[in-house]
DNA sequence: GTGTTTGTTATCAA
DNA sequence: CTTGATAACAAACA
């Protein structure tokens, strides 16, 4: 489930392709896209990428042509980035390229529903499984738009203050958990690093969000910011589907401290994790330390 | 065949 | 209008 640090990991990767120019568009599912393949092509083809940028968990790849084109991988989506030597070394050994040595299989695959091919020879595959994800082409109003309707203050930004967080805390009567899933009040987290963050603070995720102390909140906070940058470090949490943009899983499922540790040991009390299901989602919890 | 997985939106209710 | 709760979406796997 690709987060803020997921999404980030692939946003610096991705950002070796600035400056290069999208020579070809194919567009493997029609669904996946806003607009028709023709209208992809005729927007982007011969377009100069000059800046990759990142809102929450969505990616902002900015073209030349001042269109902005939105990537949003939901669920399962996968960007993945093979340079021509890349993929001359695997087409000419037996272990070849690296998105092959680490996820298996060639590119592109039944999943892979657009493929842009860079100046350089390069080629970037979107995949994804269940189709969740999306490729938005907009204009300089809309993007603005979508990012001041959708998305509230992120971790690791000026903005992520306790003060703004008791804002939109105290007036909220449902759970801690739903609040800090909701991306328009607060933007990157999903369910594994709201289980984790909520763990670190010690809090139940079943708490009313206006029951939150302001101690906790400043907590909160801290917690957050400590454990995004963390991850963000290990190149994101690969639970199951996740990937780099080369095709490599994140490192940070090894400091999980709840997130599918179901029935598993506290490594704080030592006590059996919970999971039980909130917002619609599996929520893991110590029922011990988080009160 | 059934239930489960989740990011986001749609829908309906209060 | 705001808030809240839940279904729906898609596809694969156990």
Known sequence: MPELPEVETIKRDLNALVNKKIVAFKLLSPKTASHSAAFFKKSLVGQKLID?????KLLILVMQNGLYLLIHLKMTGQLIYQSRETKIIG????????????????????????????????????????????????????????????????????????TKLKNILKSRKTNIKAVLLNQKLIAGL??????EALFATKIKPTRPANKVKAEEIEVLVRESNKLIKKAINHRGTTFNNYVDSKGKK?????????????????????????????????????PN???
């Open 190 to 195: 999903g369910n594994i690093y709201v289980d």
């Open 289 to 291: 330390c988080q009160k």
């Open 52 to 56: 990759i940028q990142r809102r929450g």
């Open 91 to 162: 087409g000419h050994s037996l272990s070849s390229g690296s998105y092959e040595k680490s996820v298996g299989g060639k590119l592109p695959n039944k999943h892979t529903r657009a493929i842009f091919n860079f100046s350089g020879g390069g080629q970037l595959f979107f995949n994804d499984l269940r189709k969740f994800g999306y490729l938005k082409l907009v204009k300089k109003e809309e993007l603005d738009k979508i990012l001041q309707n959708n998305y509230g203050p992120e971790p690791l930004t000026p903005e992520f203050t306790a």
């Open 250 to 286: 994140g490192n940070f499922s090894q400091f999980l401290q709840v997130y599918g540790r179901k029935g598993e040991k506290c490594l704080v009390c030592g006590g059996p994790i919970s999971r039980i299901k909130l917002a619609g989602r599996g929520t893991h919890y110590c």
